[in-house]
């Protein structure tokens, strides 16, 4: 709520859209330069006390906010509060994998995603509720108080699990997680680039093709976030878990097949049901990966792990924004979206044909 708050606030206040992209990044530039320093991280006390210390931690920056409309020193203050989350963030995800097993694993995954799905969903709907009809202040007390809950939450968690020790080198961390993790990464990097490179792309539908307005982008959005969250619901069925790598796969051609069907140019209801069916099924391909991901990893390889999946999904998301508009400027937005849809039923192919081998 919060981020999407700020950025309507500082976009009214500087009429620039440049300078409300530039507090979006802020979103996606502190994960980049802190993980380093969260690999080597060496935490001397338990999961508990570091999730309940950095829930008032993460205090902190909401109550300086309050204080200061200074554009500038809002931008530092909530690089500051990113910092902490994503801290908070890839420990978290550690802590899962402590407290699972191969068996229970894709199942967590499945609650933990879901219910990041829900806040995508309702989270900017709410901010911008509360933004227009209470202000700004109201948005930073409710996220304070959702703190509060938190570390409260975080008190009832048992056991006295810690972080592990990371003793390697980092360029062994490095090179040792991307060569465990490369069908992972890259296979997250193309569903990702793909599916940012579309909803840039579904801009230029709803304008030009089906002379649609921002109502209609809003809701078209939304529906995929919605299609995501269900997903994750999807890939925890008893059958879908038991042949995930299958599902998966067939998802992956099945996404191609509904882009293409841009083809015949469907109007906002039709578009609908398209991007909410692509959310479904894009969830259920990154589900298999994070479990993946989880069962691989030991929980000392997890940590670095995690930082790079978690940034190669922001890192092809950020880049596929300009590479949609390149695509757009050359082959328009129907050809770009079929094209696209083109290397989701080859990657999909080929997905198949190495499990075969």
Request: charged letters at 15%; glycine letters at 8%; a positive charge.
């Amino acid at each position: 709520m919060t981020s999407l708050a700020l950025t309507a606030v500082i976009y009214t206040r500087t009429d620039s859209l440049t300078a409300a992209a530039l507090f979006s990044l802020l979103t996606l530039l502190p994960q980049f330069i802190i993980s380093p320093f969260i690999s080597r991280a060496k935490i001397g006390t338990s999961f508990k006390n570091l999730f309940f210390i950095g829930e008032f931690v993460c205090v902190i920056p909401l109550v300086l906010l309050m204080m200061t409309d200074e554009i500038l020193l809002i931008y530092v203050i909530y690089f500051a509060y990113c910092s902490v989350f994503f801290f908070l963030e890839c420990f978290r995800a550690e802590y899962l994998k402590r407290i699972s097993n191969d068996g229970n694993i894709q199942s967590r995954q499945g609650i933990s995603r879901f219910v990041n799905g829900l806040v995508v969903v309702i989270g900017p709907f709410a901010g911008g509720v509360i933004l227009s009809r209470f202000g700004m202040r109201s948005v930073y007390t409710l996220d304070i108080v959702t703190y509060f809950i938190a570390a409260a939450v975080v008190l009832l968690m048992h056991g006295d699990e810690r972080p592990s020790v990371n003793e390697r080198g980092r360029s062994a961390d490095v090179l040792k997680t991307l060569k465990q993790n490369r069908d992972i990464l890259s296979g997250s990097l193309l569903i990702t680039f793909i599916g940012g490179t579309v909803s840039i792309l579904t801009i230029e539908y709803i304008y030009k093709v089906i002379s649609g307005d921002t109502l209609q982008y809003s809701v078209l959005m939304s529906a995929m976030a919605l299609g995501a969250s269900l997903g994750n619901l999807i890939g925890m069925i008893p059958f879908v878990s038991q042949h995930m790598r299958n599902t998966s796969n067939a998802a992956v051609i099945l996404l191609g097949m509904l882009l293409l069907s841009v083809l015949f140019r469907p109007q906002f209801a039709v578009m609908a049901v398209i991007l909410t069916l692509s959310g479904i099924l894009s969830s259920i391909v990154m589900l298999r990966y994070a479990t993946e991901l989880f069962v691989r990893n030991s929980d000392g390889e997890l940590r670095d792990g995690y930082l790079a999946f978690q940034n190669t999904i922001d890192s092809s998301n950020a880049l596929s924004k300009p590479f949609g508009s390149c695509m757009n400027s050359v082959l328009g937005c129907v050809t770009s979206i079929a094209a696209l849809g083109c290397v989701f039923i080859v990657f999909g192919m080929r997905l198949f044909a190495a499990k075969e081998a």
